[in-house]
């Protein structure tokens, strides 16, 4: 018991400072692209949207290092379902109605769509092996690539929180958030890798799989930066960047968080993930599609997001 007790304080402490760092990096990574001159655009869509995958992609790495497959998957496929039913969800209720824009719907949702029924199509025999996440980072390059050809257009892209960053020359500045990002990088890395080890030890206690906790727990947790994004967007009345910021999550968690760890090594899928956690989540993703149809995300539909997350957890709990 008390070791039990033990892990999971060590795992909370470990979550809370894997997302923290995280947002710290993200933001001084920022200030360093627009100090330097590195466009506003350019910074937005790659910076931004590598940093809020952070928590999943750096614990993913270390847990393919430590050979648990389930992890991986279960955090990749876990967090793309609370990304739907639970954040997204929450976005419609805050502000009512997310209208959607026209741009997302011809085109990051068609994107968004391939790369779930890409995930599907790269493990239905069972394994994720290194030229599967060859086409994964193919397809990241390809995604990149199109978000700056894009969105080019849009010469100024704010933090979300609605700040604007000082692009001057400050060359204190320029060290001072150097310095963060460097501090930052250490932090990840230990508190990534005591995520993993914690959601290792926990699962051996508890005689679970570790792909359940993954899939519930971790994925959860790692999506808390996308939860406080949509939040404040939602907020602020900007429904686009709340949407894209879930789409464009999804998108790296399939092709970034799944695709590197498989360059580590081969990672094989439980009938678990495969009969359930993929299954739920392209029923998601299929749902968020209809959904977008008439180019709204009410509160109602909203609730029934929620509603459609608690049902996944049932599902979990009864397969312990």
């Not at 609370?82 to 209208?99: D, E, M, R, V």
């Not at 508890?206 to 999506?223: E, F």
């Not at 968690?253 to 081969?266: A, D, H, K």
Request: hydrophobic fraction near 60%; aromatic fraction near 10%; proline fraction near 2%.
């Amino acid at each position: 018991m008390l070791d039990l007790v033990f892990w999971i304080v060590i795992f909370v402490i470990a979550l809370a400072v894997l997302i923290k760092s995280a947002g710290w990096f993200t933001d001084n990574s920022e200030k360093i692209g627009l100090i330097l001159g590195i466009p506003s655009f350019v910074v937005g869509v790659t910076i931004v949207s590598i940093g809020t995958s952070l928590p999943e992609l750096v614990s993913s790495v270390l847990a393919a290092i430590k050979g648990s497959s389930d992890f991986v998957i279960g955090n990749v496929v876990g967090s793309n379902i609370a990304n739907i039913f639970l954040i997204l969800g929450i976005g419609a209720i805050i502000s009512k109605k997310l209208i959607i824009d026209r741009d997302l719907i011809k085109v990051d949702l068609p994107i968004f769509m391939g790369s779930a029924f890409l995930l599907l199509l790269t493990i239905m025999d069972g394994s994720f092996s290194f030229i599967d996440a060859l086409i994964m980072i193919l397809g990241l390059f390809l995604y990149f690539l199109y978000s700056i050809k894009g969105h080019k257009d849009k010469t100024v892209i704010q933090k979300i929180v609605g700040e604007e960053l000082n692009t001057k020359k400050d060359n204190k500045g320029l060290w001072k958030a150097i310095l963060i990002v460097l501090v930052c990088c250490v932090l990840i890395f230990f508190s990534a890798n005591y995520v993993v080890e914690a959601t290792l030890s926990i699962a051996n206690i508890l005689g679970i799989g570790v792909g359940i906790i993954a899939i519930s727990v971790v994925a959860l947790g790692t999506s808390l930066p996308e939860l406080v994004v949509t939040i404040i967007a939602a907020k602020k009345g900007k429904a686009e960047l709340a949407i894209g910021n879930v789409l464009g999550s999804n998108i790296f968690n399939i092709f970034g968080v799944m695709g590197v760890p498989g360059l580590i090594t081969t990672l094989s899928v439980s009938n678990f993930i495969m009969s359930t956690g993929i299954v739920v989540m392209l029923i998601a993703s299929i749902l968020l599609v209809f959904m977008s149809q008439d180019k709204e995300i009410t509160k109602w539909e909203g609730y029934m997001l929620i509603l459609c997350y608690f049902a996944f957890l049932v599902i979990l709990y009864n397969a312990l």
